[in-house]
Nanobody, 122 residues
Framework: QVQLVQSGGGLVQAGGSLRLSCVAS????????MGWFRQAPGKEREFVLA????????TYADSVKGRFTISRDNAKNTLYLQMNSLKPEDTAAYYC???????????????WGQGTQVTVSS
């Protein structure tokens, strides 16, 4: 089992930037594929981006390509989400997740962070 604790988030103006972190404990961090998901009010939880165990492979939702970057530091057991050029439609609760497969389906991830709110104003 792995525990995931998120930090970051907050309120930012459109066009601004924000960085989220997700710190893992309990099991070897590098054992897991890691992903970021988000959920807006009244919406299903949606895939944002994910990264392979070594960090060599990343996948992105089309809506965030060119704006968001996922990275990991296995020595620090930490996953990051760098968000640039934020838009109001990026407003959501953001969740980090750990699993075995580099796939966009949230059901394929086994462990979840507590979530953190990102709000982007016009």
């Amino acid at each position: 089992q792995v525990q995931l604790v998120q930090s970051g988030g907050g309120l930012v103006q459109a066009g601004g930037s924000l960085r989220l972190s997700c710190v893992a404990s309990g099991r070897t961090f590098s054992n897991y594929v890691m992903g970021w998901f988000r959920q807006a009010p009244g919406k299903e939880r949606e895939f944002v981006l994910a990264i392979s165990r070594s960090g060599s492979i990343t996948t992105y939702a089309d809506s965030v390509k060119g704006r968001f970057t996922i990275s990991r530091d296995n020595a620090k057991n930490t996953l990051y989400l760098q968000m640039n050029s934020l838009k109001p439609e990026d407003t959501a609760a953001y969740y980090c997740a750990a699993g075995d497969w580099l796939r966009p389906d949230p059901n394929e991830y086994d462990y979840w962070g507590q979530g953190t709110q990102v709000t982007v104003s016009s």
